[in-house]
């Protein structure tokens, strides 16, 4: 990949003058290269129209630290917050100063991204919660704490309202309690090895991340995937994308209190679970991805019952949505509520839904299209209100698409082999990047592959880290009774933004 090294004080305005020129943030990637160059690195990692850009600096192996970016390019001020708790590179004058995984009880100097962190010296953590959160201080401003642990079951994460009343005046939150150090788990594992880490990132996406990663590998490696696996990944997204879409809209009927519309989306999500397990054997497509192309061939027969499937679920989506659109309490609530600008969505780097259902038209698919995408017509489906009901209405919108994409892959499949051989490396490290459209957005896989073929650096960034900080946006002067509705109009993952 082409890498373009400035000082680091010149990092912010090269990254600013790139964003401002139309670039947009794929990822940010810390390094610890001691080892190798006898310092730390910062890579800023950027789509320009399609072409990867990559403006890098090289920082002190003793105290690593550069002037913040994210005062010019908000878009990487959790980037760099993760970045700082995780290697110990600080970004100056940040505008939140605030650790973002690590709680206030770990121990300082030590940072579990370097190289040499011995997880011997981290002690047995305090059962209490010690959130730094930001509140408003007034008269008549009460704090609402909710979560860690929560009703359902979900995974933990801790919201602090401060409200007037009813009426939501402020939201900090707090992710990371299930943070699993999986990019630290990923280091020096071959890469087979490496996949199984990558696509447990997080389960209703996990063919996006084992298709990301294993795209990075193939890119740093020189690795030409068939035709047909290209197909099969294909077929295997959009499935991953119709699970997700069908369940979540009935998961907003959920945090409105509309049962019939949540367990309809529940229906309609077990259909296509089980129709992903009879082609990969497994609901959430868990090892049908490898490096090089697929684990093994989908059955023929089985693809000839997912024409049938469709129709059937296209069917079923058009009744779901009358359902849902018909019934005015629901309608109600999700009208005007929780209301994402599209000045934020641009500003903050929102991805994915999020993002085009205020008005941003942007889909990796069609804009940085992969695989068997270069031949497929992609149709971008957009809204304009940005709030809850415009996210709805775009889950419903972009499950056709996923429906008209399934049935022009399954009139033509390539035939063929569905796997390449992965060759060895040597000689230099290797880089590579897989960006693909998950369910949730944009999804990065960043890597380096060192002289002996194992992974010396494994990046994830994931459409949930990218949308989490959107969602404390979109509360104010709502009611706290509707936040569950709009949080579950993301739909954001916590496991694959803790990692």
């Not at 579990?112 to 209490?128: G, I, N, T, W, Y």
């Not at 995937?225 to 959920?254: I, K, Q, S, T």
């Not at 991805?351 to 942007?362: K, L, M, N, T």
């Amino acid at each position: 990949m082409n890498e373009v090294w400035v000082t680091p004080s010149d990092l912010a305005s090269r990254v600013a003058a790139e964003v401002e020129a139309g670039a947009s943030l794929l990822t940010l990637v810390g390094a610890d290269e001691r080892a190798t160059d006898g310092g730390f690195a910062t890579r800023v990692v950027l789509d320009a129209g399609g072409v990867t850009r990559t403006i890098a600096s090289r920082l002190d192996g003793t105290s690593p630290r550069y002037p913040s970016i994210a005062a010019l390019v908000p878009a990487v001020h959790w980037d760099e917050r993760e970045q700082r708790d995780l290697l110990g590179i600080v970004p100056e004058d940040h505008p939140d100063p605030r650790g973002l995984v690590l709680r206030a009880e770990w121990p300082d100097g030590l940072y579990p991204l370097r190289k040499d962190f011995d997880p011997s010296r981290v002690p047995a953590m305090p059962r209490h919660d010690t959130f730094a959160a930001r509140t408003v201080a007034g008269e008549d401003v009460v704090e609402i704490p909710v979560g860690p642990i929560h009703a359902g079951i979900i995974e933990p994460g801790h919201f602090r309202f401060s409200a007037v009343g009813e009426t939501i005046l402020h939201l900090d939150a707090q992710l990371f309690y299930t943070h699993r150090g999986l990019e630290k788990v990923a280091e020096g594992r071959p890469l087979d090895s490496a996949l199984v880490v990558a696509e447990r990132a997080c389960g209703a996406c996990t063919v996006s991340h084992a298709g990301a990663f294993s795209i990075a590998a193939e890119q740093a490696l020189g690795i030409d995937v068939p035709p047909r696996a290209e197909w099969g990944r294909a077929l295997l997204f959009e499935l991953e994308r119709l699970y997700n879409h069908l369940g979540d809209a009935g998961n907003m009927c959920a945090g409105g209190g509309f049962a019939l519309g949540t367990m309809a989306g529940a229906r309609m999500k077990e259909a296509v679970q089980r129709r992903l397990d009879a082609l990969v054997g497994h609901r959430f497509g868990r090892g049908a991805i490898a490096v090089g192309g697929l684990r093994r061939d989908l059955p023929s027969d089985t693809l000839t019952d997912l024409w049938r499937d469709i129709r059937i679920w296209r069917s079923d989506l058009r009744d779901f949505r009358d359902l849902v659109l018909t019934a005015n309490g629901i309608v109600d609530r999700m009208t005007r509520t929780g209301v994402l600008t599209r000045d934020a969505v641009i500003g903050l780097g929102a991805v994915g839904v999020a993002a085009r259902a205020s008005g941003v038209d942007r889909d990796v698919r069609r804009d940085r299209p992969y695989g068997a995408y270069g031949s497929l017509p992609v149709r971008v489906p957009t809204q304009t209100e940005g709030d809850t009901l415009a996210r709805f209405r775009q889950r419903l919108d972009e499950a056709l698409t996923s429906f008209d994409l399934i049935e022009t892959l399954l009139e033509s499949p390539p035939t063929g082999l569905y796997r390449n051989a992965v060759p060895s490396n040597s000689g230099q490290p290797r880089t590579g990047i897989g960006v693909v459209e998950s369910p949730r957005g944009l999804l990065t896989h960043w890597l380096r592959i060192d002289a002996s073929g194992k992974i010396d650096r494994l990046r994830i960034r994931s459409a949930s880290f990218a949308n989490w900080p959107l969602v404390s946006l979109t509360a104010p002067g709502n009611l706290v009774p509707d936040f569950p509705l709009i949080n579950k109009s993301f739909e954001l993952c916590y496991a694959c933004t803790d990692r």
